[in-house]
């Protein structure tokens, strides 16, 4: 028996190879593509140098993908599903449930609670701006999804579009168990007419950030320009960058003062800490 042919993975033999094949040339093109980005054009030449680096000959290529295609059909999907991470970013939004601890006493009153719903959008979203859509990932989940309908196989496309889908359906959903905790905290709601449904709100803002990560890379002049506004409830000005000011605008659109709110009850939920579980349940009604 061949090299080739006593491959084993996960502990269990794979009298094919093809387990661990795929797995080599997988990983191989990922790192490539996080090092130089991602094209729909990848050439056949280009392919098999990302397979002779991962000690893969044509030979076992040929058996887990009959054509160059095949392959990057794979690589895509595998792309779109490593995207998830990125975008959710959970360690930014347990830091924004720490931050709320430190200002407890400022929820108390109207003017207070304003004010720390905008300094967490104005850290959050200039955060996300400048961490989150410049990760190679990102870029690489930006790349499919405005490209993906020039893909030449239909049943190929399908299968990419449907990692895509899957990708941000969990970043949508991971994104909407944290507003559930954050804005009744903050004395916030979403607008009634939006009946309780917080995924419009979760798209459009994340489009709004997203979006000016795809046109910085042609007018980044534009997009990282920094203005000076006072704050609601504030006489001096403070800087805002767009991605900051427009991120407001999408929150004032979808999000109101909760009449109801009750600071003590806001304050005892900081204690318990953020649940981040998609379709968590809110006792808020959201």
Known sequence: ??????????GLYDPSGNDDVRARMLLSATQYVDTVGLSLGVSGPLIERIAANAGITPK????????HDAFLADLFCDLANQARIDRADS???LSTWQYLSMRVDEL?????????????????AQ???????ASNKWRTYAALSTTIESW?????????????????????????????NVLPTVGYRLKPEFHGD????????????EG??????????LVEAHFDFPVDGESEPEEWSVASLAFVGVVDAFIEPDPDFQADEAIARLSGGVDLAAGSDSDDGY
Do not use: K
């Open 127 to 133: 955060y996300n701006f400048e961490v989150v859509t």
């Open 212 to 221: 000016l990560g795809i046109v910085r890379a042609t007018v980044p002049a």
């Open 60 to 67: 076992q290529f040929s058996r887990v993908w009959p054509s």
């Open 152 to 180: 030449a196989d239909p049943a190929a496309g399908a299968r990419i579009t449907d990692a895509l889908r899957a990708s941000e359906i969990a970043f949508v959903e991971t994104m909407e168990s944290f507003y559930r």
């Open 198 to 209: 917080l995924q419009p709100f979760v798209v459009a803002a994340a489009s709004v950030i």
């Open 108 to 124: 108390r009153s109207s003017i207070g609670r304003r004010r720390v719903l905008i300094d967490i959008i104005r850290t959050a």
């Open 1 to 10: 028996m061949s090299e080739d042919e006593t491959h084993s993975t996960g």
């Open 91 to 93: 360690q930014t939004l």
